[in-house]
């Protein structure tokens, strides 16, 4: 089991900055990629950016140069940094934890980019 705890959402006037987190624990030896997805009233769940286990890492075209996936794994620990945040950018975000058997999902946290 993995369990994944995000933070870091808020409210943040266009053109700012949110840096979000999530940390994992339980079984955190057993993940290779981790993600971030996002979800905005009345649309479908999207990738955001992806961080294998390998270090490489992909962004979805409409955060590319904007956002950056890291992984600290002295922390067990993936962040989203987001900068030049747009007011489409407003969304659930949602850190994603792939096992071999399994994947997991964090709760959430709140993005809102005001005008």
Same mark, same amino acid.
């Given at each position: ?16 900055? @949110? ?54 794994? +002295?922390?067990? +620990? ?6 030049? @945040? ?12 792939? +096992? ?8 959430? +946290?709140?993005?809102?980019?005001s005008s």
């Amino acid at each position: 089991q993995v369990q994944l705890v995000e933070s870091g959402g808020g409210l943040v006037q266009a053109g700012g900055s @949110l840096r979000l987190s999530c940390a994992a624990s339980g079984s955190i030896f057993s993940i290779s990629d981790m993600r971030w997805y996002r979800q905005a009233p009345g649309k479908e769940r999207e990738l955001v950016a992806r961080s294998s286990s390998g270090g490489s890492t992909n962004y979805a075209d409409s955060v590319k140069d904007r956002f950056t996936i890291s992984r600290d794994n +002295t922390k067990n +620990t993936v962040y989203l940094q987001m900068n030049s @945040l747009k007011p489409e950018d407003t969304a659930v975000y949602y850190c994603y934890a792939e +096992t071999p058997r399994l994947a997991y999902w964090g709760q959430g +946290t709140q993005v809102t980019v005001s005008s």
